[in-house]
């Protein structure tokens, strides 16, 4: 069974940076299957924050684009997400998520299969 464990969440000020990393185990990298970033804030939805294919086409929610960065190792099957001019707006649990699809670069949280239990950032003003 596939699992994901996320690290490097912390607590920021704004304007400040972190990077987001996500492990992906028993996986094998050709499956070329998207990968993603999901964040929930209290009280809120689970929202796409930017996917990735296994051929390399991202996609990003609107409030993030231009500030995130997704990226992979494929060799370390691995997914990070840089994260820079952080705001307070982005403080939330962020979530490594797989889908069991080629080439979809879906934001939807129905979308995606496989998830971790992610990883807390918190961005104080």
């Known amino acids: 069974q596939l699992q994901l464990v996320e690290s490097g969440g912390a607590s920021v000020q704004a304007g400040g940076s972190l990077r987001l990393s996500c492990v992906a185990y028993?996986?094998?990298?050709?499956?070329?299957?998207?990968m993603a970033w999901f964040r929930q804030a209290p009280g809120q939805e689970r929202e796409g924050v930017a996917t990735?294919?296994?051929?390399?086409?991202?996609n990003y929610a609107d409030s993030v684009k231009g500030r995130f960065t997704i990226s992979t190792e494929s060799d370390k099957n691995t997914v990070y997400l840089q994260m820079n001019n952080l705001k307070p707006e982005d403080t939330a649990v962020y979530y490594c998520?797989?889908?069991?699809?080629?080439?979809?670069?879906?934001?939807?949280?129905?979308?995606?299969?496989?998830w971790g239990r992610g990883t807390q950032v918190t961005v104080s003003s």
């Open positions: 990735i294919t296994g051929y390399g086409t991202t």
């Open positions: 028993n996986y094998n990298y050709r499956s070329r299957y998207s």
């Open positions: 998520a797989v889908t069991d699809v080629v080439g979809l670069y879906s934001l939807a949280p129905t979308d995606y299969k496989f």
